[in-house]
Nanobody
Framework: QVQLVESGGGLVQPGGSLRLSCAAS????????MGWYRQAPGKQRELVAR???????YYEDSVKGRFTISRDNANNTAFMQMNSLKPEDTAVYIC????????????WGQGTQVTVSS
């Protein structure tokens, strides 16, 4: 019943910026939190950023001060502004959300590739 559709990835030079979006649709009662994980080849999947319903945010240490996560609650959409991108930010970014319909569980987006390269 619920889909997460994410977009905004691409190829950018070091120091550049990208803005990711993740839109949830379906029979949604509430969204507790939304965020992004990332997966790079040879590395563990890691939580990059998360925003909860009350507005509190979490950032992985390596992206603090560079990435900003926000929500448009009316449209069940999260955004992550990524500035001062580094080659080590290269990964597939996968949206994740805790959503209640008939019950509460995690949902995952399809992933979007972010490549930071000269």
């Amino acid at each position: 019943q619920v889909q997460l559709v994410e977009s905004g990835g691409g190829l950018v030079q070091p120091g550049g910026s990208l803005r990711l979006s993740c839109a949830a649709s379906g029979s949604i009662f509430s969204i507790t939190s939304m965020g992004w994980y990332r997966q790079a080849p040879g590395k563990q999947r890691e939580l990059v950023a998360r925003i909860i319903s009350g507005g509190s945010t979490y950032y992985e240490d390596s992206v603090k001060g560079r990435f900003t996560i926000s929500r448009d609650n009316a449209n069940n959409t999260a955004f992550m502004q990524m500035n001062s991108l580094k080659p080590e930010d290269t990964a597939v970014y996968i949206c994740n959300a805790h959503i209640t319909t008939d019950y509460s569980r995690n949902y995952w987006g399809q992933g979007t590739q972010v490549t930071v390269s000269s």
